[in-house]
């Protein structure tokens, strides 16, 4: 039987960078449950630079990772980019550490086609004039502003699925 060195030894940590989005944490750990060689993990952003050197696997959330940052993750394989993009990532200084990058991609998480209803709702909104309507309401001022509509006018969302 193994002691709990060896354990610590084979154990895959994975790193959430910060408190945004906790709903991918959740379900990555809910995911691997099964998986007691996987450990997950997140912490403030502010602790990334310190802690990151323990990780194997490190989620970018709200915040970039750049070549200070990568330099201290000495036991990185892999840096996602959690969202659209890997934007947050300096690619060029993960490459030269020989960390992989990759993404988690929309179908899997939906993203893609929430992008995409984001856009219809703040087109809606600014036809609606929704902030100034707001006011209104609470001012009990009805019937002001007046908005637009999409009556007559044409609307192009391009959505774009990349796997």
Known sequence: MANDGDDQKHMTRVLFCGPHLPSSQNYTREYLKDYPFVQVDDVPLEDVPDVIGNYQ???????????????????????????????????????????????????????AASCAEMAIYLILGLLRKQKELETSVKQRMLGEPIGETLLGKTVIIFLFLIL
């Open 57 to 111: 696997i490190c989620v970018v959330k709200s915040m970039k990772i750049d070549s200070n940052i990568i330099s201290r993750a000495k036991n990185m394989k892999l840096l996602m980019q959690f969202g659209v993009g890997v934007e947050g990532i300096d690619i060029d200084a993960a490459t030269k550490s020989g960390i992989k990058v990759g993404r988690i991609p929309s179908g899997a998480t939906g993203n």
